[in-house]
């Protein structure tokens, strides 16, 4: 299947969210992000375990080589299929990362490098923490810098980033302008980021030539007290940040109603806010996938991430996925691979399309329309798949089980199956992963 691509609308939104206790309900840490970006971009949901490499290997990112870690930790993330890195995604070590689009007045670099989402898979590739993780992002932006296409369309679109990195313990805010960066710790409460500079006066870290930069360019004078979103912030913003505003309002708002009681259940109802913004789908562009973690501060129980695999979260359902010494991937998710004959490949890039949906995003489509034409059957089939949603907050155990169920339902469409799957199974506790059911 080969054609031009119409030009879609530039992404215009992402938001990503933490509670830290005392803003969690329970002594865990809640991360969670929805992930807005063309309308037909599809996202896949991808693991790859941990691997030693060669010393002297190198690794082909989206657009340039790298030389690769000796030891990469394993991943499970969410990412448009077209790219190698990732929009969200959690590693072995308990950490979670989400990144957003911003502009600054550094001028954006035209030429390639790294993707912000490169950057996402790297930090969770190689940090095993979240500080761990932001020195290894700013590390390779300094190396390799940022920047090339951010969109799947030959019209140049591309952005700097700022990231939302999570463990057990805190929560860092990472904000880029080129290769310069500044960050703030955060270690309780609640906190979000949308697309927009929100770094002030209260700076944990920083690149050692922020300041130095900001004088040359007679953006700050050297008096008074240095705030970054004052100092850098983009002249002639684009509509998409002034938008950025009001969502980034609403998500405080959200996080504030719920401040002291936030559980995974919150945090879904949160990225499935739609008088905020938060859930979008409309137009040219919409959420495409969305993730949820639960990061417990007793290092003996697991970590817990659910992802939609599929668009709009109001419309989706949250799949657990729990790392284990055995990983099965479900290839219900994974999108049609394509090798050097891909269009992202391929000199110039992105002169024709391919099909990228996975099994999975093609059931949700139909289950879609089925609903649409029989609405009565829709809600209760949507009811069902939150009661099997809610079940993880419970026994975290039944989680593999309740990932292929969820699969499996989304898929046949059927409740009855679903109920059935349930009783037959009697959710039997074992060892969970994301396996293929």
């Given at each position: ?19 830290l206790?005392p ?5 865990h840490?809640i ?12 996202q ?9 490499h ?7 990112c989206?657009?340039?080589?790298i ?43 035209p ?5 912000g ?5 790297l930090?969770?590739?190689?940090g095993?923490?979240?500080?761990g993780?932001?020195k290894?992002?700013t590390d390779l932006?300094?190396r ?9 369309d ?7 980033n ?24 955060i270690?309780?409460g ?25 004088l ?14 004052e100092?850098?912030k983009?002249?002639?913003p684009?509509?998409r ?10 998500g ?15 945090m ?5 806010d ?18 949820v973690?639960?990061l ?30 055995s990983v099965?991937?479900v ?18 890039r ?5 099909e990228?949906?996975h099994?999975?995003?093609k059931?949700?489509e ?9 609405p ?11 009661m099997?949603e ?33 009783s037959?199974?009697?959710l ?7 396996t293929?059911?």
């Open positions: 299947m080969e054609s031009r691509m119409a030009e879609p609308e530039p992404p215009l939104s992402c938001d990503c969210f933490v509670s206790p803003g969690s309900q329970d002594d840490v991360f969670g992000k929805n992930s807005d970006r063309p309308r037909d971009e599809v896949e949901v991808l693991y790859y375990p941990a691997t030693d060669p010393p002297g290997t190198m690794l082909e989206t657009y340039i080589q030389p690769q870690a000796e030891h990469t930790h394993a991943v499970v993330l969410s990412r448009p299929a077209w790219i190698w890195g990732a929009e969200i995604g959690a590693n072995d070590q308990g950490v979670c990362i989400g990144n957003e689009a911003v502009w600054t007045r550094e001028a954006i670099d030429g390639e490098a790294l993707l989402m490169d950057l996402v898979r930090g969770l590739e190689r095993d923490s979240a500080w993780a932001l290894v992002i932006l300094e390799h810098g940022q920047g090339g296409p951010c969109r799947e030959p019209a140049h679109f591309s952005y700097h700022s990231f939302l990195l999570v463990d057990r313990e805190q929560a860092w805010v990472l904000e880029t302008a080129g290769k310069l960066w500044v960050a703030q710790k270690t309780e609640v906190k979000n980021i949308s697309n927009a500079l929100t770094i002030g006066t209260e700076i944990s870290a920083e690149h050692p030539e922020l300041r130095s930069v900001a040359a360019q007679g953006w700050w004078s050297g008096e008074g007290e240095f705030c970054f979103n100092v850098f983009c002249e002639n684009p509509d940040m002034e938008l950025a505003k009001k969502r980034y309002s609403g405080t708002q959200l996080l504030q109603q719920h401040d002291g009681a936030v559980t995974a259940k919150v879904m109802s949160i990225l499935r739609e008088p905020s913004g938060i859930c979008m789908d409309s137009g040219g562009f919409r959420t495409t996938g969305s993730m973690s639960i417990p501060r007793d290092p003996t129980l697991p970590c817990i991430h659910f992802l939609t695999a599929t668009p709009n979260p109001s419309r989706s359902v949250f799949k657990p996925f729990i790392f284990s010494e099965t991937p290839s219900k998710v994974i999108s049609p691979q394509y090798g050097p004959d891909d269009p992202v490949r391929k000199q110039p992105f002169q024709s399309q391919v990228r949906r099994d999975l995003y059931a949700h139909a289950a879609l329309q089925t609903m649409e034409m029989n009565d059957a829709g809600s209760v089939l949507t009811e069902t798949l939150r099997l809610g079940q993880y907050e419970v026994l975290p155990v039944r989680s593999a089980l309740m990932w292929r169920l969820l699969v499996l339902s989304d898929q046949q469409d059927m409740c009855s199956c679903m109920i059935g799957s349930l037959s199974h009697n039997m506790p074992f060892h969970p992963s994301l293929d059911y």
